[in-house]
C-alpha cells in the first residue's frame, strides 16, 4: 500500500511581536504568539488546530502561507522551504496554497461584483484564456452551490452564509492543494454552520483538498478532522488523532475544553472542568508550564520545569509532567 506523503511539514515555528512603550517606542517585551511549535500534516487530511482565543492559531496559519515572516523555524510545503523562497518564487507557489477567511464579508471587497472576485485570481494567475473565465467563474460558484445569477452582484446583496461559499468559490478557483480554514464557520447562523461544513466535506473528498482547520468549536473539529493539535499561550499542549483526542484526552487544558462541548442529550450530564481567569498574554517566557496559572491540577514541579510535548504512545503527544508521570508508573 502507497504511504501518504506528508504535504507540509513545521519545524520550530516562532512569531514574537515586540512590545513597545514611553515616548520613544523602545521594546520592553516580546509576545511569544507562537513559540516553536512542529506538526506534519498528509496530503488529503484535514488538521485541526484548537484553542482559546489568543493561543497562536491564526498566527500558525498565517506564517504556514507566508503572508507574515517568521521569528524562528522551517515550513515545507510539498519540500519546498517556503521562507527560502523569493517574492517571484513564492507567488508561483500561492496557487498551491489558499486560505477561507472567518469573516466573509470583511474578506469580500464591497465594490467588486462576485464575478471579478472569483475572476481576480484566474487573471493573476494566468490560469483561463479570457473567453473562457466567464464559464470558469459559473462552474465555480456551482460548485459551491451558487447559481449563475449571483455573477453581477455584490457581498451586501448576500447572507453570510452565501458570502462564505463566495470566499471559498474564490479559494478554489487557482485550484489549491492546502486550504488554511481560519474559523470558517464561527461567524454564520447554527443553521448554516452545517450547510457550510458539509460542503467542505464533499470537496475534499471531490477534489482531493488538505485542510488546516483552525477553529475553537470542538463539535465541529469532531466532525470533520482527521488529527487535532491543541495550542496554548503558542505552544502545542496536546496532539493525537482525532478518535485519541475525543476517546482519552491526556493534558488537563484538552480535558476542560472538551468539558465545555454542549451534549445534545438533556439527560446525560458532563463534569465540567472550569478554568480559573482568562488566557493571559504571554509577554515574555516564564519558568515552567504556561498553564500552570489556570491548571487545577499543577504541582511544585509545574511552576520549575517547562514540560516536553512527549510521546505516551501511538503517536499521542502531550506536555503534560503528571500526564508522562502516570505513563510511566503504567509501565512499571
Not at 246 to 264: D, G, N
Amino acid at each position: 500500500m502507497e504511504q501518504v506523503r506528508d504535504i507540509l511539514v513545521v519545524e520550530g515555528l516562532k512569531k514574537y511581536f515586540p512590545v513597545r512603550k514611553g515616548v520613544f517606542s523602545r521594546i520592553r517585551g516580546y509576545v511569544h504568539a507562537v513559540d516553536g511549535i512542529s506538526f506534519k500534516i498528509k496530503k488529503g487530511e484535514t488538521f485541526a488546530l484548537v484553542g482559546e482565543s489568543g493561543s497562536g492559531k491564526t498566527t500558525t496559519g498565517r506564517l504556514v502561507l507566508r503572508l507574515m515572516e517568521p521569528t524562528a523555524g522551517k515550513i515545507y510545503f510539498d519540500g519546498i522551504e517556503l521562507f527560502a523562497l523569493n517574492q517571484r518564487e513564492l507567488r508561483k507557489l500561492r496557487k498551491r496554497m489558499q486560505i477561507i477567511f472567518q469573516d466573509p464579508y470583511s474578506s469580500l471587497n464591497p465594490r467588486m461584483s462576485v464575478g471579478s472576485t472569483i475572476g481576480e485570481p484566474l487573471i493573476i494567475h494566468k490560469l483561463v484564456k479570457k473567453s473562457e473565465r466567464y464559464g470558469k467563474i459559473v462552474q465555480l460558484l456551482e460548485m459551491v452551490g451558487l447559481d449563475t445569477g449571483c455573477v453581477n452582484k455584490y457581498p451586501h446583496e448576500f447572507s453570510g452564509g452565501q458570502r462564505q461559499r463566495i470566499g471559498i468559490a474564490r479559494a478554489l478557483a487557482v485550484e489549491p492543494e492546502l486550504i488554511v480554514a481560519d474559523e470558517p464557520v464561527s461567524s454564520l447562523d447554527v443553521s448554516v454552520q452545517a450547510q457550510v461544513v458539509n460542503l467542505l466535506m464533499d470537496l475534499q473528498e471531490k477534489l482531493g483538498l488538505t485542510y488546516l482547520l483552525i477553529a475553537h468549536d470542538l463539535r465541529l473539529v469532531e466532525k470533520i478532522s482527521d488529527t487535532v493539535a491543541v495550542m496554548y499561550l503558542g505552544k502545542i499542549m496536546e496532539y493525537a488523532s482525532k478518535e485519541e483526542i475525543y476517546r482519552a484526552p491526556k493534558h488537563p487544558y484538552t480535558i476542560a475544553l472538551l468539558s465545555a462541548v454542549p451534549v445534545p442529550d438533556p439527560e446525560l450530564r458532563r463534569e465540567r472542568v472550569m478554568l480559573d481567569e482568562d488566557i493571559p498574554a504571554l509577554i515574555d517566557p516564564f519558568s515552567g508550564c504556561r498553564f500552570r496559572t489556570r491548571c487545577p491540577i499543577a504541582v511544585a514541579l509545574c511552576k520549575e520545569k517547562e514540560p516536553a510535548l512527549r510521546d505516551l504512545g501511538s503517536g499521542h503527544l502531550c506536555a503534560c509532567h503528571l500526564a508522562q508521570e502516570k505513563k510511566e508508573k503504567q509501565k512499571r
